[in-house]
């Protein structure tokens, strides 16, 4: 089985600050996955990183994908109170047909 | 569309009462995923079904739970009998291609 490690585990920040939480493996991946889960519902995803080196932007969040596709980064500028949650990253294995998630990050923005 | 659908969205019972946590996928997506999030051992996948057929049912706990999906658009967990452990909040997620997954909102289990 592969495994996803993500650091950190816990982070608290105030409104306005600049964050970035890994998502970190041994194994390579054909693509890997970030989510955000809210209190009481089921994650939502948010992007998906194919290629190695490749980095996205959502707003005020960016996502890399490291260039042997063992690991991934993401960003966010100027961290909001909306943007509270755990962060989730996924990794897909193709040779077991499913995807591994990490234990997530869980990030608190104080107002 | 109104995305995954889960329900109930809470559960209370008492230990050795049957269980049943019901799905229905978004249309149109083959894949169908059960997975279990406790604090302690984060989000765990119980079992997943592509085109309503079971693949990997290695993430089930023991033989108290079975999964079924006798449709494309339903499927059910059951817990029979059910213990204090088995207390968690289940999710039910369903993908065009099995990677990217779309969650329902989770039914909360306590069992007494």
């Known amino acids: 089985t592969q495994l996803l490690e993500q650091s950190p585990q816990f982070l608290s920040i105030q409104e306005g600050e600049n964050l970035t939480v890994y998502c970190n493996s041994s194994?390579?991946?054909?693509?890997l996955q970030w989510y955000r889960q809210e209190p009481g519902e089921g994650p939502v995803l948010l992007v998906t990183?194919?290629?190695?080196?490749e980095v996205k932007k959502l707003k005020r969040l960016t996502f890399q994908f490291g260039d042997a596709r063992k690991d991934s980064s993401l960003h966010i500028t100027a961290a909001q109170p909306g943007d509270t949650g755990l962060y989730l990253c996924?990794?897909?294995?193709?040779?077991?047909?499913?995807?591994?998630f990490g234990d997530g990050t869980t990030l608190t923005v104080k107002p | 569309d109104a995305g995954v659908i889960q329900s109930p969205r809470h559960e209370v019972t008492e230990m050795g009462q049957e269980v049943t946590l019901r799905c229905k996928p978004i249309?149109?997506?083959?894949?169908l995923f059960w997975y279990r999030q406790t604090m302690m051992r984060g989000l765990e996948l119980l079992i997943y079904?592509?085109?309503?057929?079971?693949?990997?049912d290695s993430g089930m706990p023991e033989d108290r739970f079975s999964a079924k999906m006798p449709n494309a658009s339903f499927s059910t967990l059951k817990i029979q009998p059910s213990e204090p452990r088995d207390s968690a909040v289940y999710f039910c997620?369903?993908?065009?291609?099995?990677?990217?997954?779309?969650f329902g909102p989770g039914t909360r289990l306590t069992v007494t």
């Open positions: 249309s149109g997506h083959d894949y």
């Open positions: 997620a369903s993908s065009r291609d099995s990677y990217e997954q779309y």
């Open positions: 990183v194919v290629t190695g080196g």
């Open positions: 996924a990794g897909e294995d193709t040779n077991a047909g499913k995807s591994t």
């Open positions: 079904f592509n085109n309503n057929v079971p693949i990997d």
């Open positions: 194994s390579v991946f054909s693509s």
